[in-house]
């Protein structure tokens, strides 16, 4: 599966486009909870909801641990729910993964299965992950990470990401490679 052209490009204009609306710079770390108030997006967790909700309570167990975010749907509005059972830096990726979705209009789809499970389309699942990875270190922060020469575990902090997350950001993004070019 690969995404549509110019959608990569895209994907960063919207990431930064969001900061500015913020009065943020475009290198700035971006707080999901931040970008869900300003979409008028409300967020919540799944261990406030688990006293009441039997469905989002099982979704804590081991019966289906991998879930991390849903989006739930109510017509035009959309409520975020994240599993706040993960790590911070999952919870951030989560979220703003779900947020993705809602930038890029993505239409609702079955976000369960029979069993509770996720149900997954993997080309709007691509462009939703992809532009996540934009919204937590755009282009210009990976540039900048490389640049000031900011070591991982400072850049994890600041931009509230995992190992793997900066990783592949600092790759997708070619910061990498102008670190190993202006090194040599
Ligand atoms: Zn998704």
């Known amino acids: 599966m690969s995404l549509r052209h110019g959608f990569k490009a895209e994907a960063n204009r919207l990431a930064v486009q969001v900061r500015a609306e913020l009065g943020l710079h ?7 909870a931040l970008l869900a108030e300003h979409l008028a997006i409300p967020v919540e967790t799944f261990s406030s909801a688990i006293a009441y909700d039997e469905l989002v309570g099982r979704l804590l167990t081991t019966e289906c641990e991998a879930v991390s975010a849903v ?12 599993n706040d059972s993960h790590d911070l830096e999952r919870q951030n990726s989560s979220a703003h993964h779900e947020i993705a979705h809602a930038l890029l209009m993505h239409p609702p789809g079955p976000a369960l299965d029979i069993r509770g499970c996720r149900h997954w389309d993997g080309e709007i699942e691509e462009e ?12 210009e922060a990976a540039w900048s990470i490389a640049r000031r020469g900011t ?8 931009y509230g990401v995992s190992k793997p997350m900066l990783t592949w950001r600092m790759n997708m993004s070619g910061a990498r490679a102008r670190r190993v070019r202006s090194a040599s």
């Open 151 to 158: 070591s991982p575990e400072e850049a994890m902090l600041q």
């Open 26 to 32: 475009p290198t700035s770390p971006l707080a999901p």
């Open 71 to 82: 989006t739930v749907h109510a017509g035009p509005r959309r409520a975020i729910w994240v």
């Open 128 to 139: 939703a992950d992809w532009l996540a990875g934009n919204l937590l270190i755009t282009n």
